[in-house]
């Protein structure tokens, strides 16, 4: 059963672009970082365009980069990152707004500080794909979040 549930979120998710290829695609984000955060101008954009999902994880390293977070993904780690999963009601527009406040895009300073790409996210009982902001910078000034939570870093 769980097989043919998959098959169809996976049937559901490949969609073709105005060009006519193929591409996977999401109507589902994890979220790490300051986008938790309930006194954030866009956390309440997020929470009035989407739906908590469920907790997730994903393996590798969460760093401190001052103001925000940033986490890199690394199926080698034996750390994970930690955060919620949404699923967003109306993906393109909220995504077009995200992608601004992460810095990512071609119009945005390059190298993006943030790129966006299609992860499995673990959850208590599966595994989800979902849109993940991964920092795209060089980290070794940063300080290493060793918990893998911002808020419990941050509290």
Excluded at 3 to 15: G, N, P, Q
Aim: net charge negative; glycine share 6%; proline share 3%.
């Amino acid at each position: 059963m769980r097989r043919k549930i998959l098959r169809l979120y996976m049937i559901i998710s490949t969609t073709y672009n105005i060009f006519g290829s193929m591409e996977q695609t999401s109507n589902y984000l994890f979220v790490y970082g300051t986008l938790l955060d309930a006194d954030n101008e866009f956390a309440i954009y997020l929470n009035n365009n989407c739906s908590f999902y469920a907790k997730g994880k994903f393996k590798g390293q969460l760093y401190d980069i001052d103001e925000y977070p940033g986490a890199i993904a690394d199926r080698n780690s034996t750390t994970y990152v930690y955060g919620s999963i949404f699923l967003i009601h109306n993906p393109i527009p909220v995504l077009k707004q995200l992608d601004g406040y992460e810095g990512f895009g071609d119009d945005q300073q390059q190298p993006n500080l943030f790129i966006r790409e299609l992860m499995a996210i673990e959850t208590m009982d599966s595994y989800i794909d979902c849109w993940v902001y991964l920092y795209n910078l060089p980290v070794e000034e940063l300080v290493l979040i060793e918990s893998g939570d911002y808020l419990k870093y941050k509290s």
